[in-house]
């Protein structure tokens, strides 16, 4: 979608770039130029995704094992990025943690292992990241994934549409901020995309997915290509004027769960001439 060499001099700092959505985000900035550093707990598969990328794309990919839960670990991992291709341009807040239960059941651990990594996880990195930019005066673009239901809140889900409703504050309020130091923030709720990660914790049986084919009017699930492709527009100074913004990238998910007429989709061309009749008999009534 964008031209080549889009992002040639700049480097992007993604969590969770190893797999899933992050993986394929970074495949696609390093395709676009890139300098590219990947983190997350588990250096073997940030290695090897690492290699694959470089070698499809040329271009140079860092793998950096962090737990983002840790300030500590996250500064480091920072200070391997500066040494290696200077302070990011582009910083992607992509790791998650989650996995569906009855709120009742969670444990103070249960509910902080995941409010840990999405919501202190991306705090620490932006406050990290952001410190430094400030200091070198170099501004830049922050980007954070989210999910639809950071807006509605979800049942079974309850610790992570917690902690994705406050990175959207965190984001709001850096835009806000930040924005004197030529530092854009962002964030983007994608709808349901098929990874081993997400789904292996949060739809188990695959009765969910299935499910869902019928309440997305665009009737499949998204690609990882098709959030990759608005997270290069929206990291680029393509989307310079952008900032403070939410964007939904869900198939239009949200709006088909919330319009209180739409199941009415079920209805046959049958049933609507008899409702039609109907409605009108009662004209004047
Ligand atoms: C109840 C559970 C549980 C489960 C873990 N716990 N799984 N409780 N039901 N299914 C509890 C444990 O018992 C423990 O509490 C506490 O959580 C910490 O568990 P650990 O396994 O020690 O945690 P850790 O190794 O840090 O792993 C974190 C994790 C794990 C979140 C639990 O799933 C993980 O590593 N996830 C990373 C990747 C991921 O989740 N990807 C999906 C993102 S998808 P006790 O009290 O026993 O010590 C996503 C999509 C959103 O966000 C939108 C979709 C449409
Ligand atoms: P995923 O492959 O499981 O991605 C999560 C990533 O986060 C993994 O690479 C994981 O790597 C990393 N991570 C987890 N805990 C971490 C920690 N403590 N420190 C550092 N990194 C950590 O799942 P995904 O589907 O690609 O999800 C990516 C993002 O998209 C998440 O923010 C998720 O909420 C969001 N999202 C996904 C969907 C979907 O349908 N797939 C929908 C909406 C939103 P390690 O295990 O190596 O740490």
Redesign the pocket.
């Known amino acids: 979608m964008l031209k080549d060499g889009t992002f040639t001099g700049k480097t992007a700092f993604i969590?969770?770039?190893?797999?899933?959505?992050?993986?394929g985000m970074a495949t696609t900035l390093s395709r676009l130029g890139a300098q590219v550093v990947i983190?997350?707990?588990?250096l073997d598969?940030?290695k090897g995704t690492a290699e694959e990328i470089e070698k499809a794309t040329g271009n140079k990919v860092l793998a950096v094992a962090?737990?983002?839960?840790n300030p500590d670990a996250v500064k480091a991992a920072v200070d391997e990025c500066v040494e290696h291709f200077g302070l990011p341009n582009i910083v992607i807040n992509?790791?998650?943690?989650?996995f569906i239960s009855p709120t009742e059941r969670l444990t103070s651990n249960g509910w902080k292992a995941v409010t840990?990594?999405?919501l202190n996880?991306t705090a620490f990195v932006s406050l990290e990241l952001g410190r430094r930019m400030i200091e070198a005066n170099q501004g830049g673009v922050f980007l954070a994934?989210?999910?639809i239901y950071a807006m509605s809140g979800s049942g079974f889900v309850t610790p992570?549409a917690a902690a994705?409703a406050g990175v959207e504050a965190l984001a709001k309020s850096l835009a806000s901020e930040w924005g004197r130091y030529g530092i854009r923030y962002n964030c983007i709720?994608?709808?349901?995309?098929?990874?081993?990660?997400?789904?292996s914790r949060l739809d188990p049986t695959g009765q969910w997915s299935e499910k869902m084919l019928d309440v997305l009017p665009t009737g499949r699930l998204?690609e990882v290509q098709e959030l990759a492709n608005l997270v290069a527009y929206m990291v680029s100074d393509y989307s310079s004027w952008m900032t403070g913004e939410v964007v939904k990238l869900d198939g239009g998910e949200y709006y088909s769960r919330a319009g209180s007429f739409n199941e009415l989709r079920d209805v046959t061309k049958e049933q609507w001439d008899m409702l039609a009749q109907m409605i009108k008999s009662t004209k004047g009534s």
Do not use: E, H, M, Y
């Open positions: 969590t969770g770039g190893g797999t899933g959505l992050g993986k983190t997350s707990r588990k598969v940030l962090a737990d983002v839960r992509n790791a998650a943690g989650n840990d990594i999405v996880g994934i989210t999910t992570s994705k709720q994608p709808g349901p995309i098929r990874t081993k990660g997400a789904f998204g």
